[in-house]
């Protein structure tokens, strides 16, 4: 089961805005709408400016995970990372949001009693948020790429944090493999795939936020198709939480030595 999203957008305001280093958080009031699974996310569009220009064609919606759900809030983390998360990061209280979700499935609880790890790295640490919330006693480790991004950490206190000049976040997953554990990761594709094969390397389940270039969210469009080991699926309805196991591999470079997800490299946002 999955908590479904009503039909359609709807327009929510913005009740607060946050800043921790180059990360925005922006809460929307959406008092109608349903309390989202951890791991769900949402479609955003700002009500205003959405687009290069007057004569020019909107934006796309952007998919971003639910970091908390609260009192008819909902906070999303967010990063100006491109032209759409420029618009969104400068959305200040009273400003409107045009939501649909939420949408997917969020993250299955841990199997017989291991303890969960949650693994993040960036911005993905976002739905690891929620999820740690409602997790018993979950071991935390995030990865961030430099001092200044390593401010989002106050997002989850008590998480083990590394940043790039001293090691990626899966150096310090490494270090509590093999265990009877879960391991929950989000964050970029090469992070990703570091984590599956570690997964698979020491036994232990693993369960991948995935991140692919959506333009609809519901299924439509196929835009957001990854491979599995069993044929391709839709990240928006059968993600974005993925079983790492199901895969066999979530990045690798190309031919020639570029880097690509299984899915669509992610747009700039
Ligand atoms: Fe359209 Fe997934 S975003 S099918």
Known sequence: MRTLAPPGRRTTEIVARAEHG????????????PAPDP?????????????????????????FSVMRAHDGELDFLLEDVG??????????????LLLLGPLGRGFAPPRAGRRPILAGGGVGIAPLVVWGDVLDQPLTLLGFR???????????????????DDGFVTDLLRDELPGHVEVYACGPPPMLEAVRALAADNG??????????????????????????????????????VEADDLDHVWRPDAAGRHQNAGLDAPRR
């Not at 032209?83 to 409107?96: C, F, I, K, M």
């Not at 430099?146 to 790039?164: S, Y």
Request: charged residues 20%.
């Open 204 to 241: 232990v389940p693993a369960q991948l936020a995935m991140e692919s270039g959506m333009a609809c969210g519901y299924g439509a469009c196929f835009g957001c198709v990854v491979p599995t080991k069993t044929g391709y699926v839709r990240l928006c309805v059968d993600g974005p939480v």
């Open 146 to 164: 430099d001092a200044a991004h390593a401010a989002g950490a106050v997002l989850i206190p008590d998480a083990r944090v590394i940043t790039d």
């Open 22 to 33: 180059p990360y925005v958080v922006l809460t929307a009031a959406d008092p109608g709408g």
């Open 83 to 96: 032209p759409g998360t420029n618009r969104l990061a400068e959305l200040t209280p009273g400003d409107e």
């Open 39 to 63: 791991g769900q996310f949402y479609m955003l569009t700002a009500a205003e400016r959405w687009g290069g220009g007057e004569d020019e064609r909107p934006f796309l919606p952007r998919a």
